[in-house]
């Protein structure tokens, strides 16, 4: 392959809508340069390919209302452009560093709740039935979670979490990293020592057949345990909001899950606290039906 | 990044499905038939393990693998192609009318076939049910291209050059070709994005949600954006002396 006038992965972050404004703006200006036309051909084939395989699920961005306010501020006079940069960016997809929904969390340093149950699925099916590769992907999502709490809690329940998702990883085909998993997730093994680890199980989700899921069931892992600890912030948070809109969205979610989503919506904090248990009822029925 | 071989290879084989669906996308984009597409895929495949999986080396984790695993296939696709034939690559004249348009435009004038040939070679493979005639026509509203491919004069006699019979047909696919130059020039006094927005949906055939994508922002708004745009191409027309029209001739090529 000869040496991309264009970096091939700038261009892929520019996709994943990843780039920030000036970013963005700077690297569209290249592809539009007459220098650059072979490289956007490459681009406009990629952008079709995707649209192609993934349903011409071209994500629409929706951007915010409060642009107009900020457009009115700006024409005020008033000097708003940070807020204004974060208001208007497009969202990043749920499957874009899902890991960012466990730093939503308020105590993460406390680990996972007392006695929890990381796999509401299992009392479904009974591991009779094969497991398929969205719902593989989906308990990826969600046990990362479990695992990075774990982790950074020092929970001795690390070590079977971590063997969890090491038969998980396995499953893609990242054989490395799940003896990895198994071989350094233990408890005198310092979290510090074991954060580049967890960053690359993170990324590996994104080798997932299903990229998407792993980010969707890691916001509803996370949801489920912020409700279990009446952690209000984490719904109010812009990109919790996003992870749901998104999700209805998403072409490769289950249709139970998408039933369980929709019910789940109308128990979402809107303003006050919600009814938490009901609420933790609802995301654990939508986690089960991600992984089932 | 990751520099463990082992690790490399398992993340490789775990996107094997990917690059595959992803190189078959592609080949149906440029026309390959079925052969020339597993040549591709294979091509592909031996490129992104070259040199110690270095495509899989050099990624950063700044997107999913699975959108940079597209880009870089991409761009493997023109390599692959120039390797193959040259400069070729089928007019945006033919994308914009399908699949079959863009196999037609390849057999007659990359390889060089003669449209009878590439008709029946369309029809036995079951990738038309077009007579000649409906062929021709199709091939008319291509524009008229040189073959790259370095040819030996003496085995090709004049009886057997491709394209159409009628030299009316030339003189319409030079005006395609003066025409695309003409809005080409235009569309570089357009903003950057709006220059891409036009290319994409007018040349390469794309939906708008397609663009809304690659230029990483809302589809709704786009709708009217790519209005404005090509109003201010009409303007821009109107200021080089094309009369109302002319442009107006000359954009509906360009519009749906």
């Known amino acids: 392959m000869t040496e991309p006038a264009l970096d091939a992965e700038r261009l892929a972050a520019l996709l994943d809508g990843k780039l920030d404004q000036h970013e963005r703006a700077e690297l569209l200006a290249r592809l539009a340069s007459s220098e650059e036309e072979e490289a956007s051909e490459a681009y406009f084939d990629a952008v079709a390919a995707l649209g192609e395989l993934e349903g011409g699920s071209a994500a629409p961005r929706r951007w915010p209302a409060k642009q107009w306010l900020a457009i009115a501020a700006t024409l005020a006079g008033i000097a708003l452009a940070p807020l204004l940069w974060r208001l208007a960016r497009p969202p990043a997809p749920a499957s874009a560093d899902p890991r960012r929904f466990v730093a939503l969390l308020a105590a993460r340093a406390d680990g996972l709740p007392a006695g929890w149950e990381g796999r509401p699925w299992s009392s479904v099916r009974g591991g009779a039935e094969p497991l398929s590769d969205p719902a593989a992907s989906a308990r990826l999502g969600a046990r990362l979670v479990d695992l990075d709490l774990a982790i950074a809690a020092g929970d001795s329940a690390a070590g079977g979490i971590a063997a969890d998702v090491a038969s998980l990883v396995e499953r893609f085909g990242l054989t490395p990293l799940a003896g990895q998993l198994r071989g350094e997730v233990r408890p005198d093994v310092p979290p510090r020592a074991v954060e580049p680890l967890l960053a690359y199980a993170w990324r590996a989700g994104a080798a997932s057949p299903a990229p998407a899921l792993v980010g969707f069931a890691a916001w509803a892992e996370s949801a489920r345990i912020a409700a279990a600890r009446h952690d209000l912030e984490f719904f109010r948070a812009r990109d919790s909001r996003l992870a749901v809109e998104q999700a209805v969205r998403l072409p490769t979610l289950p249709g139970s899950a998408a039933a369980e989503l929709q019910r789940l919506e109308s128990l979402l904090p809107a303003g006050g606290p919600p009814d938490w248990d009901g609420l933790e009822n609802a995301l654990t029925a939508l986690v089960k039906a991600l992984g089932s | ?256």
């Open chain 2, 1 to 256: 990044m990751i520099s463990d071989r082992r690790e490399l290879e398992a993340l490789f084989l775990s996107q094997v499905g990917w690059i595959e669906r992803v190189t078959a996308a592609i080949s149906r984009r440029h026309g390959l038939p079925r052969d020339d597409a597993d040549d591709f895929v294979s091509w592909a495949k031996l490129k992104l393990i070259e040199d110690d999986y270095a495509v899989f080396r050099k990624f950063r984790g700044e997107s999913s693998i699975t959108t940079y695993l597209t880009v870089v296939i991409a761009m493997l696709h023109r390599d692959y192609r120039t390797q193959r034939w040259g400069r070729w690559r089928p007019s945006a004249a033919a994308r914009r009318r399908g699949a079959l348009a863009v196999r037609l435009e390849t057999l007659v004038y990359r390889d060089r076939l003669k449209l009878e040939q590439a008709g029946e070679l369309l029809r036995t493979s079951g990738q038309a049910e077009l007579s000649d005639r409906e062929l021709g026509k199709l091939l008319t509203e291509l524009p008229a291209r040189l073959s790259v491919r370095p040819t030996r004069v003496e085995a090709e006699p004049l009886s057997d050059s491709p394209a159409t019979d009628r030299a009316d047909d030339l003189v319409i696919a030079d005006e395609t070709e003066a025409e695309k130059k003409a809005i080409g020039g235009v569309l570089q006094r357009l903003a950057p994005e709006d220059q891409l927005m036009l290319r994409m949906r007018f040349w390469e055939g794309m939906s708008v949600a397609d663009i809304a994508r690659g230029l990483g922002v809302p589809q709704k708004p786009l709708y009217r954006r790519m209005d404005r745009a090509l109003a201010e191409v009409r303007g821009y027309l109107a200021d080089s002396g094309v009369s109302r029209e002319d442009a107006r001739e000359l954009l509906s090529e360009w519009t749906p």
